[in-house]
């Protein structure tokens, strides 16, 4: 079992959460776990394929982060942000991260927003969460909504990007979203049929393990989790029980609403959605925790997305396809 | 002797002139039969009276007006081409206001997909789906997790 930072201590009867670690590994797969983008990258791989497999996923994942981490000073994003007001030339990696973030943001209307640096900063989010002090000290200002996405202008021809001086980028999930598809993506290069690539619970599959009809998925809860079984596409969750903190005398947590600049409030507690791309699964979650229960369905519906709606008082619905009626609750998660 | 050869005494110069292997030829050493032969009778016809300058007027004044039309039409179905492959810009800085487009090549990129944006769900499979019954995974436990991270 491996206990969340949030279990060492508070009295916030959200902060104890005990992550599930008892994953069963299926007949003829091969589990492979490791650290990358401030979270925990999980693997199950074909047993034959595996070390190749998990070599090319690791490498992915190492490249990704050594070029988008906003917490790796060296990292092109880094070096993209300290120099916003001016005209950089960036990768194909960055580029594309980029655009597709702007997308991102121009179809929530602004409810994913990639910056929001400042206010991250700003709300003491200022370094990777392993490292980060439970608590913070308040900081002076006022806190500025977002919107600043609107002002990036790109060169696709010679993949130039000005960011808005005084303006920062940080994709949060979508850049872990859509390194995920781009593994899933690479093990069909290499003729895989069958694998699950995790990061930090924003999952895609492909295939299916022998003998099995779906893959079992956990999804948490406060107090319990269900067994949901997923035959393909991605899952991603967004929630605040995790990475959240102290700053003077408030709460914090890590999702900001672009409208305030603020820790969002909302009713919901978790936001699991089922999308084609864990990309799409990822931005959805987002959206759908800032507009709250009723209009996040609504949203998931326009979409043809498929949701999982957990509140904070423990009451849960669903959107879309997802099938209520085949999830089997799990073993309280309290300990 | 081609007909050509006839007809402009005064380019018969000697470069002009047939070579042996060029004559030996039969099929090019022959006037050309048929619509060739009569389109260059060897009596001129009566030459037709020349046209009338209102005619003439006419006549350039309609040429003028599809050429004008014309290019219109090509300039446009090109800029269109041009545009549809160009990203928008977003060119609005106030909060909360939608974003506008224009052609600036300096442009904040419109959606992956036009119809469908970022959300667009695959043609014709892939998506997403769940399984079928619970047991029917023989009561497996889960193999991964989603969530918050």
């Not at chain 1, 047993?47 to 790796?72: C, G, M, P």
């Not at chain 1, 929530?108 to 990639?114: A, E, I, K, V």
Request: aromatic share 8%; hydrophobic share 35%; charged share 15%.
């Amino acid at each position: 079992m491996e206990v969340s930072r949030e279990a060492t201590g508070a009295s916030d009867p959200f902060l104890i959460q005990v992550a599930p670690r008892m994953f069963i590994t299926p007949d003829g797969m091969m589990r492979d776990e490791f650290r990358a983008m401030g979270t925990t990258i999980d693997l199950l791989l074909p047993d034959k394929q595996a070390q190749e497999a998990a070599r090319v996923v690791r490498n992915l994942f190492a490249t990704w982060e050594e070029t988008l981490s906003r917490f790796l000073p060296t990292s092109e994003l880094s070096r993209l942000n300290q120099r916003s007001g001016t005209s950089v030339m960036v990768s194909t990696l960055l580029f594309d991260v980029l655009q597709t973030a702007l997308a991102a943001a121009q179809q929530t209307d602004g409810l994913y927003d990639p910056t929001l640096l400042q206010q991250l900063l700003r709300a003491g989010y200022d370094r990777s969460f392993d490292v980060l002090p439970a608590d913070q000290p308040e900081r002076e200002g006022t806190v500025e909504p977002g919107g600043a996405w609107r002002d990036i202008q790109l060169d696709p021809t010679l993949r130039l990007v000005t960011l808005p001086a005084g303006v920062g980028l940080d994709f949060g999930g979508i850049a872990k979203g859509m390194a995920v598809d781009a593994a899933i993506a690479s093990l069909k290069q290499l003729s895989l049929d069958t694998a699950l690539v995790n990061a930090g619970g924003d999952l895609a599959v492909m295939g299916l393990p022998d003998g099995y009809t779906a893959w079992p998925i956990a999804i948490q809860g406060q107090k319990t989790s269900w067994l949901v079984p997923f035959h393909h596409g991605a899952l991603a969750t967004s929630s605040v029980a995790r990475r959240r903190w102290q700053q003077g005398t408030s709460q914090r947590h890590h999702l900001l609403d672009p409208r305030t600049g603020e820790p969002a409030r909302s009713s919901l507690w978790s936001v699991t959605v089922a999308a084609s791309t864990c990309m799409q699964a990822e931005v959805a979650t987002k959206a759908v925790y800032l507009l709250g229960l009723q209009q996040g369905k609504a949203f998931l519906i326009e979409h043809a997305l498929a949701g999982f709606l957990l509140e904070e008082d423990g009451s849960w619905s669903t959107a879309g396809s997802w099938p209520a009626e085949l999830m089997k609750p799990l073993e309280d998660t309290d300990e | 002797m081609p007909p050509y050869y006839e007809n402009n005494p005064q380019k018969n110069t000697r470069l002009n002139q047939p070579s042996l292997l060029y004559q030996s030829f039969p099929g090019q050493a022959q006037p050309f039969p048929g619509s060739y032969a009569r389109q260059r009778p060897p009596t001129q016809p009566p030459r037709r009276p020349p046209m009338p300058k209102h005619q003439a007027q006419a006549i350039v004044e309609t040429w003028k007006r599809w050429i004008v039309i014309v290019s219109l039409l090509s300039f446009g179905t090109l800029g269109g081409l041009i545009l549809s492959n160009m990203p928008a810009t977003s060119t609005n800085a106030t909060n909360g206001t939608n974003a506008t487009t224009t052609g600036n090549p300096l442009a904040t990129p419109t959606a992956p997909s036009s119809t469908g944006g970022i959300f667009q769900q695959p043609q014709g499979g892939g998506g997403f789906g769940f399984g079928g019954q619970q047991g029917g995974n023989g009561g497996f436990g889960p193999v991964s997790h989603s969530s918050g991270s």
